[in-house]
């Protein structure tokens, strides 16, 4: 059986590294020896990160799932490959124009990646989740603090959204680990009572009602959050943290009713909005009519389309396309980038290896003993699984444009790290009910 263990963890570990390592190396020849020590530089350093991050991961949870890690590892890596391409192109304009050299997106990818790796391994190793499960309101408030940081004085606009803070010469965005408590919030307080049967139990004018009791303070404090998103008019946020309400509460209480009250709110929500904030309606205009607009509301959309029909099914070929052409590719448009090399091929295999690690989280979720556990897994893997489909809808133009990070893709220190702590709490709830399961000794009659 250890032996089956550690090639198994090999086999993953060398999977994580040559997916990375072919991308990195078929820049390698398209750009020539001129740029080639500096992506041979970014092969090196994730090598060194990928292997770190999983030896610590299976030395601190041995028992954990083993396909949970390896696929963060393997998007995290596609991500430094894709951002490399992006840092070899504005290189190759720079030196054009005779210009300063840019930052390296992909090293500081890295570096993140390493960062949040060894958040993950912090939790696994110290956490405890049963201390975090006594605290529900902490969460919340916790949640709601790092959502109203930008609206303080040391918060910063950028694009028109105020998400951003500064301290110094450190600028991040707390919206990202306030998404997460507030998933940890749902998961907590939810679980702390019987909603299915006291949802059963009560009718207003011949409907079922939830539990306001109980149901309440949950509500509230989303209220709150939606309201202070508003004001920073990040509402992409606040529709991700109402779908994830719904989500949360519709398998608390097994009442499906809730998501189809929910998505007429949602309707109506969007309705108001695009008719109350202007950079909302011009999202909405882009959405419906983006020829009416092409060099104005409508040209981001555009170029993403046109991206990925460039693309095809197998693409342009990794560095053969034209992704300067997509406003902010690194970060809100990751996905138009992938699509124009590598084709809807590719792209939906990068979505396959996402839908790998979301079916994994739901197995740790299932495999959880107690409701608190069970609660926190579903709703910490909703948060990702849900924006990640906004994300992909409004680059393909089925839904508008929310301007949320790709989970793991995106360039951005704030959205990795707080990935990578999704993955590192899950992890801690895989090896604890493997290793729970593990210790059982089956009873039998002599």
């Not at 994730?46 to 949970?68: E, H, K, N």
């Not at 309606?281 to 092409?294: K, Q, V, Y």
Request: glycine letters at 10%.
């Amino acid at each position: 059986m250890n032996t089956n263990r550690s090639l198994r963890v090999i086999i993953a570990v060398f999977f994580c590294c040559a997916l990375t390592a072919i991308g990195l190396l078929t820049l390698v020849l398209r750009y020539g020896e001129g740029l080639a020590p500096r992506t041979w530089q970014v092969l090196l350093l994730w090598t060194f990160v990928c292997i770190g991050i999983f030896i610590l991961l299976r030395f601190f949870a041995p028992q954990a799932d083993l396909l949970l890690s390896a696929t963060a590892l393997s998007l995290s890596g596609l991500s430094v490959v894709f951002l490399q391409r992006l840092d070899l192109q504005r290189v190759e304009l720079a030196a054009a124009l005779n210009t300063p050299a840019p930052q390296p997106m992909a090293l500081l990818q890295l570096l993140w990646i390493l960062l949040g790796g060894v958040g993950a391994v912090l939790i696994v190793r110290f956490l405890s989740l049963r201390s975090v499960s006594r605290r529900p309101m902490f969460l919340g408030l916790a949640a709601v603090v790092l959502l109203l940081m930008p609206l303080l004085p040391f918060g910063l606009e950028i694009n028109g959204a105020r998400l951003w803070v500064r301290f110094g010469e450190i600028q991040f965005q707390p919206g990202e680990f306030g998404k997460l408590f507030f998933a940890l919030f749902l998961g907590v307080y939810l679980s702390r009572f019987d909603l299915f049967a006291q949802f059963s139990s009560q009718r207003r004018f011949g409907f079922l009602v939830p539990p306001m009791r109980q149901f309440g303070p949950a509500l509230a404090t989303l209220l709150l959050v939606a309201v202070i998103l508003i004001f920073e008019r990040d509402l992409g946020t606040a529709l991700l943290l109402v779908l994830l309400f719904v989500a949360v509460s519709t398998v608390a209480t097994a009442r499906f009713a809730l998501t189809a009250a929910a998505a007429g709110l949602v309707v109506i929500g969007g309705w108001l909005a695009a008719n109350l904030f202007d950079h909302v309606g011009r999202r909405f205009e882009a959405w419906l009519s983006p020829f009416d607009s092409p060099d104005d509301a409508g040209y981001q959309i555009l170029q993403s389309i046109f991206g990925l029909s460039a693309g095809g099914i197998f693409g342009e070929g990794l560095g053969s396309g034209s992704p300067n052409l997509v406003p902010f590719a690194a970060s809100d448009f990751i996905l138009s980038v992938i699509g124009e090399e590598a084709g809807y091929a590719g792209l939906l295999a990068i979505l396959g290896i996402f839908a790998v690690l979301i079916g994994r989280a739901l197995k740790v979720a299932l495999s959880c003993t107690g409701p608190a556990q069970q609660l926190i897994a579903f709703s910490l893997t909703s948060l990702l699984a849900i924006q990640m489909f906004l994300v992909a809808a409004g680059v393909t133009r089925v839904l508008p444009l929310t301007g949320l990070t790709t989970p793991f893709l995106s360039y951005g220190g704030s959205s990795m790290l707080a990935c990578w702590l999704i993955v590192g709490m899950l992890l801690k709830l895989s090896n604890e009910n493997s290793s729970l399961k593990s210790s059982v000794v089956p009873v039998t009659d002599d």
